[in-house]
């Protein structure tokens, strides 16, 4: 959260190296690594630890981590695959949809992120785009406005 990537990635292989099958850890660092741009290892950990844990109550965050991924390669069709089983798997996260629905429109898939964004606002009434940007301050500000135009586009309120 204090976007220190580097420290964040020490913690996650000193915790690896005590325990190479935690999910947990892996789960956590590949978010540290999509954030941070190292798609490789962040596939990697994220992979492994669906693999370890597939019905683990974080297991979203590893369709997170391949979501982020995809989306930094422009490749929105296959963030918003990724983000819809992120939703699949914890439904009762509203930023999760969020995060769908702009993937959606950035992919051009106008009326399907209409859609899940119409959902969002069921799930936060008060939902603002300045608010998700405040909320998510420790995203580099590029994944951030990036993001950020596509919910513009799927028409979620400023």
């Given at each position: 959260?204090?976007?220190?990537?580097?420290?964040?990635?020490?913690?996650?292989?000193r915790?690896?190296?005590?325990?190479?099958?935690c999910?947990?850890?892996?789960?956590?660092?590949?978010?540290?690594?999509?954030?941070?741009?190292?798609?490789t290892?962040?596939?990697?950990?994220?992979?492994?630890?669906l693999?370890?844990?597939?019905?683990?109550?974080?297991?979203?965050?590893?369709?997170?981590?391949?979501?982020?991924?995809?989306?930094?390669?422009?490749r929105?069709?296959?963030?918003?695959?990724?983000?819809?089983k992120?939703?699949?798997?914890?439904?009762?996260?509203?930023?999760?949809?969020?995060?769908?629905?702009?993937?959606?429109?950035?992919?051009?898939?106008?009326?399907?992120?209409?859609?899940?964004?119409?959902r969002?606002?069921?799930l936060?009434?008060?939902?603002?785009i300045?608010?998700?940007?405040?909320?998510?301050?420790?995203?580099?500000?590029?994944?951030?406005?990036?993001?950020?135009?596509?919910?513009?586009?799927?028409?979620l309120?400023?």
């Open positions: 959260l204090a976007r220190d990537f580097e420290a964040a990635s020490g913690a996650i292989a915790a690896l190296s005590l325990d190479a099958s999910a947990t850890a892996l789960y956590w660092g590949a978010h540290i690594h999509a954030l941070s741009g190292d798609p290892l962040a596939e990697d950990y994220a992979n492994r630890a693999r370890l844990s597939p019905f683990d109550p974080h297991s979203h965050e590893g369709h997170i981590a391949l979501a982020t991924v995809r989306f930094r390669l422009q929105y069709d296959d963030a918003a695959a990724h983000f819809a992120a939703v699949q798997a914890n439904p009762r996260f509203s930023v999760l949809y969020v995060l769908q629905a702009s993937t959606l429109a950035l992919a051009g898939r106008s009326e399907d992120a209409k859609a899940v964004a119409r969002v606002l069921e936060e009434p008060t939902f603002s300045r608010r998700y940007l405040d909320f998510a301050g420790f995203v580099k500000s590029d994944l951030r406005e990036g993001l950020a135009v596509g919910m513009r586009q799927a028409g309120p400023e």
